[in-house]
């Protein structure tokens, strides 16, 4: 099992809450990845990083932000959270050189009222 | 455009008996294609890697199929468990780019009625 983790794993906020989700890994790796998952859909990159001080918005436009100051955390933040952010948000990571082999967290679920 | 469908989009079984879920996939230049299960709730996990070479992979009760020429891979379940419920994902990475995309299929929902 991977040692990539996320909290809250449920959040229920209502609009215009500022809100920050945590992802953190152990395993040292240089790239992480936030993804976006709305059911019966497939997973959409949203942010990714190379590393310390890097991040890239993914291929799917998204509203919040990321930051990359310890290689082992990589949290997302909404600024003012709405009805149309509800989803689930997945955190991945992987080793320098292997994109190809991501390891996911288990997820936060959010429901903006 | 690279794409990675699934079939069925959904399936039931009863337990112990066995199914197959489709993988057909557009990506260019393949990289490798993996198998995820992914349960209510929480992360995919990793069930299978494939790459252009391989034909056929096994984990378990778990065996996976890849025609390179065809771009088409299967999973097939032998002798299904209550656990096996899940969505099972078809990911393809491809060895284009610098990020090394991976281009996830919206999942095969698998229920296993006892």
């Known amino acids: 099992e991977a040692d990539i983790y996320q909290t809250p794993r449920y959040l229920v906020i209502g609009t215009g809450k500022k809100i920050t989700l945590e992802c953190s890994q152990t395993m040292g790796h240089d790239k992480m990845y936030w993804y976006q998952q709305d059911p019966g859909m497939e997973l959409h990159l949203i942010h990714y990083s190379y590393g310390v001080n890097s991040t890239e918005k993914g291929d799917l436009s998204s509203e919040s932000t990321v930051s990359r100051i310890r290689t082992e955390h990589f949290p997302l933040t909404l600024e003012s959270a709405r009805p149309s952010h509800t989803s689930q948000y997945l955190c991945?990571?992987?080793?320098?050189?292997?994109?190809?082999?991501?390891?996911f967290g288990p997820g936060t679920r959010l429901t903006v009222l | 455009k690279n794409q990675v469908e699934q079939s069925p989009q959904s399936l039931i079984i009863l337990e112990g008996k066995n199914c197959t879920l489709q993988?057909?996939?557009?990506?260019?230049?393949?990289?490798?294609l993996r198998w995820y299960k992914q349960d209510t709730g929480r992360g995919p996990v990793s069930l299978t890697i494939?790459?252009?070479?391989?034909n056929t992979k096994s984990n378990g009760r778990y065996t996976a199929t890849l025609d390179a020429d065809t771009k088409q891979s299967s999973l097939h379940i032998t002798a299904s468990q209550l656990s096996d419920s899940a969505s099972y994902i078809c990911v393809v990475s491809d060895r284009g780019s610098t990020l090394g995309r991976l281009y996830f299929g919206r999942g095969t929902q698998l229920t296993v009625w006892p």
């Open positions: 494939m790459t252009f070479s391989e």
């Open positions: 993988c057909n996939y557009t990506v260019s230049p393949f990289s490798n």
């Open positions: 991945a990571s992987s080793e320098k050189g292997r994109t190809d082999t991501q390891y």
